[in-house]
């Protein structure tokens, strides 16, 4: 449709990932799998944006759209991932980031937003979609029960309301992170979630730039499960598209027409989590359904990767800061490498279970 950021543009590939895969793929010995391998660098993803060292690389990827969009004739749009709230990841510890709310990071997470600002609007050529920090809306809906949750909670709505209403006067599309159908799915946490997100929106101006919600980013959930994981426990919501259909209709009343992305990178093998609630670099998993605007939904204006599939969800190394033991469960592969970094024995198997195949 015509409201669709993506429409018009070509997705720009995220030089970062590409590299990425390029070194995969050129260490997996079988030629078959290799070549499935370096293919997944033309897939777009998100590039995520987890500290301000990262900044300076989304000046070059935009100038590179822009340089591209202009030889092609094929305006581009970049996909980038806002994630580094002060004491970001409140429920979990294996994303933990750089700044502390007790140590500036509001003002912090100011000037990582303006700095962001700054190399946008030097491309009003290229567009620019955003999922705006995963988890943590979705913490301040159900995990208050939690200390760094509650005590980050003004802080978390001051920054993502700052993050906001500063990345739409520069035109960015956005969406806001909603966890996915097993944690906001559930029948009690809808109208809450429903009742944040909307209040988020009005205070942030009711930007039309803010287009709706971000689900299943860096999950499992398939948007259409052929039958319910036993996993789900009975919620009726037990895949994407029922969480988005019971969802959208209480944001709709509140009067916001919002649409959604969500990601299905991850998503291509079902049935392999022991507990809905398990998110760390769950075994057995494969690339899923390619990214592309034809979701047959209204409500979804795009199936995305944002998780960029290869980089881990947390470390097992139990020693590690960041250790959450999330990533030690049974259904977690091990041994994993930090949060982000490259988990090679994963993507690997992420390659061969591609559904579809590669
Ligand atoms: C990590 C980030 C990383 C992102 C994408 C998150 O879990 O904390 O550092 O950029 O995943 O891989």
């Known amino acids: 449709s015509a409201n669709n950021p993506w429409t018009g543009f070509q997705i720009f590939l995220s030089p970062y990932y590409a590299n990425e895969v390029a070194a995969a793929a050129k260490q997996i010995t079988d030629p078959t799998l290799s070549s499935k391998a370096a293919s997944v660098a033309n897939i777009p993803t998100f590039t995520w944006l987890d500290s301000v060292a990262k900044i300076p690389d989304l000046g070059t990827y935009l100038a590179s759209a822009s340089a591209l969009g202009k030889s092609t004739g094929t305006k581009q749009l970049v996909q980038i991932v ?34 962001i600002v700054a190399q946008i609007q030097q491309f009003p050529d290229v567009r620019v979609v955003a999922v705006i920090e995963p988890d943590s809306l979705a913490n301040l809906v159900t995990n208050l029960n939690v200390q760094k949750c509650a005590n980050a909670k003004t802080t978390y709505l001051a920054s993502v309301n700052y993050a906001l209403t500063n990345l739409a006067k520069v035109g960015v599309y956005m969406y806001m992170d909603a966890g996915h159908a097993g944690w906001l799915g559930w029948p009690a946490n809808l109208s809450p979630a429903a009742q944040l997100f909307t209040q988020v929106w ?27 994981d036993p996993i789900t426990q009975g919620n009726p919501n037990y895949d994407e598209i029922h969480y988005i259909n019971a969802l959208a209709p209480l944001l709709q009343q509140a009067g916001w027409d919002a649409t959604f992305i969500v990601d299905q990178g991850r998503s291509g093998v079902q049935n392999i989590r022991q507990q809905w ?34 980089e881990s969800d947390g470390t097992s190394n139990s020693s590690s800061p960041r250790y959450d033991s999330t990533c030690s469960l049974p259904d977690a592969a091990q041994p994993a490498p930090e949060a982000g970094t490259w988990f090679q024995a994963y993507f690997q198997t992420l390659v061969s279970a591609a559904n579809p195949p590669l």
């Open 82 to 115: 806002i994630y580094d709230l002060p004491d970001r990841n409140c429920a979990a510890k294996a994303s933990n980031g750089e700044f502390s709310i007790a140590n500036n990071g509001q003002a912090n997470y100011e000037n990582y937003i303006d700095q």
């Open 202 to 228: 009005q205070n942030a101006g009711k930007s039309p730039f803010i287009k709706g919600l971000a689900t299943n980013v860096a999950n499992y959930n398939a948007l259409q499960a052929a039958s319910p």
């Open 277 to 310: 609630g398990d998110w760390c670099n769950i075994k057995g998993a494969g690339f899923g359904t390619r990214p592309t605007t034809n979701t047959g939904s209204q409500f979804i204006d795009s199936i995305v990767w944002v998780k960029p599939g290869g």
